[in-house]
């Protein structure tokens, strides 16, 4: 009999592992659960984590009030056939009730404005671990950052001061009011969430697969049209057949031309792709070449 | 595809991200829009070349100083396996960043600069991946363009590294002759070298044999948790959950509980519902025995013939980690091992190893950040381990500093105290 793992086998084992700990350590985690991909890859690894015992912590989404209605449906449905329980964070309630101010004009996100109402949610739940589902292939900030990354009272991410993480050995010691965001998808790619999801037959929303949609240009990428979305002088509102590669809400997640309508034909496009997921598809990392750095030092996912 | 840890580490300016930016760009695993951002940043900072470092300095601190500040993990894929980089920076904090990218590698890759031949960095560096146990090792000989390909110079320092590397516990160790701004030998063989006749970097990073540095002698499983449906649907469901770190199970095997010391059977090992016929390390699994046990997180499974280690004195080695408090004797940790978590208190440090010399200061009173150490540490609760060159993850621990929970310790068990 042979002894050896796949990658696949190899980097499950790590992330059931990883997720195991934390349910054992620390008494009150909660998972990130966004509809995306990746969210949904970790879902299916702590359910397989504890089968044929139920999930034992609840999960959460934080809704910035524009997400894709398929993928709001794909939550229900998963939370509904788990018997999950469901934490909606909302920044229009947030935005409502004047803790966050909107940002303005036709360019106007609400992503970074899901920082606090994710803050506000892990104090008011007391949730000390919570997972996300992360990767350090997404972007060079990431790259760096630990499987159980440790965050202060007020959420903050300290680049510079993590702590040194050996072995398979994690530290979840933590103050009251302090916690940890944990990333159990930390070593895999794009590539392999995909083979894992074809392998396992992960469902996932109709959204990432070739559909026909009312798209327009912006800045090279190609934008779902919404109301959210007001155009610019000169945008055109054309039909294509277009996928999502990633899924955040509809102000900042752009998609791409596609003909794949199922896992393996996506893969086949992946590998061909010159270009990342998150290049090809997320406006929120082009502020600057620190995008993403400067919003994890703030709280964000 | 089998995955496949590297750590690489290298001294100031021997082109070790030229190198990592070599292999991944042309494996092509660097897309167009990760090299027009780092060509844009190129051409603002006014750097005379596409500065492939810029790809793996994510931080903000990184770019503006200029250098690395902690390990950055890359990864990339060819036909032939999946490989996972952990990139070391050489100068800044480099022991902590070093024994941290090396704790989980198969593989360590050394850079040289064939200019300057083995350096104090290197020979600190190939320590490191010794004391770390990692199984391989390879000493990449980068800038041989600069030397005119001169095989004289290559053989050179591969005889200074080797005499060096006796006194050194090295399994495995390669030699390679590369040119990372030119690509000789990185992923396609070098034309300009034809004295060389092993085999390229990549060749090497995808065919060394990998599968035997496991121990698939001991079985080790500490439990994790145990899963209790105690649903209608699984009334008598009782499994205990973990990773194997040592050794095969299989269904029908017997197996010894520790601390307990009750043996008993394994009736069956799956993992959500499917049954898994053998586990092996890294697998996660979970193991059902046929009586019903005291078992609880923290305990071991093991063969009954073929126990860990028991005890609450430890002769180890440990590397300090923590700015500002050193290791002193007398002082009080959590340490944290395997799945099992105690208090321990230095009983002695025996002596303070210099990384450089090897050579042992019995007069140290104390460890401080970046240096290494042999201590006797005593437990409140026996521990189940093995020596660390028997197995790694057995034979390894952390310390963390109970007053602000940070990891100030990384340790590696030589035996039981005596």
């Known amino acids: 009999m042979s002894y050896e793992l796949s990658h696949l086998d190899a980097l499950e084992a790590e992330s059931v592992f990883i997720i195991r700990e934390v349910v054992a350590e620390l008494d009150s985690p909660v998972l990130l659960f966004s509809g995306g991909k990746d969210s949904a890859v970790m879902l299916h690894l702590a359910v397989k984590a504890f089968a044929p015992a139920p999930l034992p912590f609840p999960l959460m989404h934080v809704d910035t009030g524009h997400n894709f209605p398929e993928v709001l449906q794909y939550r229900d449905e998963r939370v509904a056939e788990l018997g999950a329980r469901l934490h909606v964070a909302s920044v229009q309630e947030a935005i409502d009730q004047g803790r966050v101010a909107e940002e303005k004009g036709p360019r106007a996100s609400r992503n970074r404005a899901q920082t606090v109402p994710l ?14 589902g992360a990767r350090r292939d997404e972007e060079k900030a990431r790259a760096k950052e630990r499987v159980f990354s440790f965050r202060d009272e007020f959420g903050q991410w300290d680049p510079k001061n993590q702590r040194p993480e050996l072995w398979n050995l994690y530290n979840g010691r933590h103050r009251r009011g302090e916690h940890l965001r944990v990333f159990p998808l930390s070593n895999w790619t794009e590539l392999d969430v995909w083979q894992y999801i074809a392998r396992e037959g992960v469902a996932l929303p109709s959204i990432y697969f070739s559909h026909r949609r009312e798209v327009f240009r912006r800045d090279g990428m190609l ?22 590669r990633t899924v955040g809400d509809m102000t900042c997640t752009a998609c791409v031309e596609s003909g794949a ?10 590998v061909a792709s010159r270009v990342t997921e998150r290049g090809a598809s997320r406006a929120d990392d082009k502020f600057s070449e620190t995008a993403m750095e400067d919003r994890k030092r703030e709280g964000y996912f | 595809m089998e995955l496949l840890r590297f ?9 070790k991200s030229t190198l990592i930016g070599r292999l991944l760009h042309d494996t092509r695993s660097i897309l167009e829009d990760q090299l ?9 900072r006014g750097d005379e070349y596409v500065n492939l470092a810029l790809l793996l300095d994510g931080l903000k601190a990184e770019r503006e100083q200029g250098i690395t500040i902690d390990v950055a993990y890359r990864y990339f894929a060819t036909a032939q396996r999946k490989f996972i980089i952990a990139d070391t920076p050489g100068h800044l904090q480099y022991t902590r960043n070093m024994v941290t990218g090396a704790s989980t590698a198969d593989l360590a890759l050394i850079l040289v600069d064939a200019r300057k031949g083995v350096l104090e960095q290197t020979r600190r560096h190939a320590f490191l991946a010794s004391l770390l146990r990692v199984p391989h090792l390879v000493l990449c000989v980068n800038k041989m363009d600069l030397v005119g390909f001169d095989v004289a110079v290559f053989e050179r320092i591969r005889e200074e590294f080797r005499q060096f590397s006796m006194k050194l516990d090295v399994a495995d160790l390669s030699f390679i002759p590369i040119s990372a701004l030119g690509g000789d030998n990185v992923v396609t063989r070098s034309e300009r070298m034809p004295w060389y006749q092993g085999s390229t970097l990549l060749h090497h990073l995808e065919n060394v044999h990998i ?8 079985v080790r499983f500490p439990v994790q948790s145990v899963i209790r449906p105690m649903s209608s649907k699984f009334p008598d469901y009782r499994a205990y959950a973990g990773q194997v770190l040592g050794g095969v199970l299989r269904p029908g095997d017997e197996v010894m509980a520790l601390p307990s010391g009750f043996t008993t059977r394994i009736r069956e090992l799956d993992l959500a519902g499917r049954p898994v016929a053998q586990a092996f390390p890294p697998m996660s699994v979970n193991v059902s025995l046929a009586d019903e046990l005291d078992i609880s997180r923290g305990d071991m499974l093991c063969r009954p013939g073929n126990p860990p280690l028991v005890g609450q004195d430890l002769d180890a080695m440990v590397c300090w980690l923590a700015e500002g408090v050193s290791l002193l004797p007398g002082a009080r940790f959590a340490l944290k091992h395997t799945t099992r978590s105690a208090r321990a208190q230095v009983k002695q440090l025996h002596y303070r190893l210099d990384v450089n010399t090897l050579s042992r200061d019995e007069t140290s009173p104390r460890l401080g950040l970046n240096e290494i150490g042999r201590v006797t540490l005593r437990t409140t609760v026996p521990l189940f381990f093995d020596e660390y060159r028997r197995n790694r993850h057995t034979g390894s621990f952390i310390l963390i500093d109970e007053a602000t929970n940070a990891t100030v310790g990384a340790g590696m068990i030589n035996g039981p105290a005596v």
């Open chain 1, 261 to 270: 309508v199922t896992v393996s034909e996506v893969i086949t496009e992946i």
């Open chain 1, 223 to 244: 934008m779902a049209w919404s109301p959210y979305l007001p155009l610019l002088p000169g945008e055109e509102v054309t039909t294509a057949s277009v996928r999502f």
């Open chain 2, 211 to 218: 599968a035997s540095d496991r121990n698939l002698i001991h």
């Open chain 2, 7 to 15: 750590a690489t580490a290298g001294s100031v300016d021997d082109g």
């Open chain 2, 36 to 44: 027009a951002a780092v060509e844009r940043t190129s051409r603002a």
């Open chain 1, 119 to 132: 803050l506000e949610a892990i104090e008011k739940h007391r949730f000390n671990a919570v997972f996300g």
